[in-house]
Nanobody
């Protein structure tokens, strides 16, 4: 069973930065893509950023230019660097690993942007 462990969430002021980490229990080369999703209270879970096995990335429009997804293959870890954070970025952030027939999810990490 694949396990994804997230870390790095917390409370930050508007305009601040955080880096989320997601470490997989297996080599991330097993996955077609890895991604970060987020879910705010009363809202649907949305895709924030994705990196596919070839290295291409995509982002939801609201975070373009502010968030960067990257990976360290040797550490089986995917990162989400978040800068210029806004209150509307507050949510539980989930790591996701995609295979052809199923997805795996982490437990989530809370990000709160507030003064």
């Amino acid at each position: 069973q694949v396990q994804l462990v997230e870390s790095g969430g917390g409370l930050v002021q508007p305009g601040g930065s955080l880096r989320l980490s997601c470490t997989a229990s297996e080599t991330i080369f097993r996955f077609n893509a890895m991604a970060w999703y987020r879910q705010a209270p009363g809202k649907q879970r949305e895709l924030v950023a994705q990196i596919i096995i070839g290295g291409s990335t995509k982002y939801v429009d609201s975070v373009k230019g502010r968030f960067t997804i990257s990976r360290d293959n040797a550490k089986n870890t995917v990162y989400l660097q978040m800068t210029s954070l806004k209150p509307e970025d507050s949510a539980v952030y989930y790591c996701n690993a995609k295979q052809t027939i199923r997805d795996y999810w982490g437990q989530g990490t809370q990000v709160t942007v507030s003064s």
